[in-house]
C-alpha cells in the first residue's frame, strides 16, 4: 500500500472585519439615585449599634478583609434602596452573588410595577448589626432597619473574596418584599 502525504494548505478567512455597533456606552443614572460605595468610609451619619458575637466555636475573621459589621450595614441599606426603587439592581452586581442579585432584581420588578410612583419611600435607617464569624471568610449578619415607623429585619451571609466581602445569601422580613 502506498503511503499517503497530508498536505497542509490556509484557510480563507471569510470572516468579515470587526465592528462595533454602540458607540460609547454611557452610565445609566437614575434621577436621585445615591452613589454606591461600599469601601471603607468613616464614621457613620448616625451612631449604629455594633455587635461581634463571640462564642468559644466561632473565629476571628480573615486578615485583610473590611469590617464586617460596617460593610454589612452600607449593603443592607443598599439592598432595601434597590426594593424601594430609589437604587438600580445592577448596582449591587460587585457586592452580590449572581442568584441572589437575581432574586432582588425580580422583586424590585414586582414592587414597581404594583406601587404608584407618586409615593417617595421613607429613607432607610440602620439600627443595629450583629456579627459573627463561623470561619474566617466567612460572616452570618443580621441588621435591625427602620423605614419611617416600620422595623425590618435583613439577614446576610457573606463570604470573603480577596480582600472584599460577597453576599452569597439574603434574606429580608417582614415587609412588602420577601426574597
Known sequence: MPSATLAVRSVIDSRPPDRTWLGPVAPVRVPGQPP???GPAGPPARPVHLTQVTAGWLTAPRPGLP??????????????????????????????????????????RRRRASVPRSLAPPPVQVHSVRVQHPRADVAEVAAHLGLG???????????GLGDRWLCTAAELGPGPWPL
Open 67 to 108: 469590617p464586617a459589621g460596617r460593610w454589612a450595614a452600607s449593603l443592607s441599606v443598599a439592598l432595601v434602596e434597590v426594593l424601594q426603587g430609589r437604587r438600580a439592581a445592577a448596582q449591587l452586581s460587585r457586592w452580590v452573588q449572581e442568584d441572589v442579585l437575581a432574586r432582588v432584581a425580580l422583586v424590585e
Open 149 to 159: 415607623r416600620q422595623r425590618h429585619a435583613v439577614a446576610l451571609r457573606l463570604e
Open 36 to 38: 454606591l460605595d461600599l
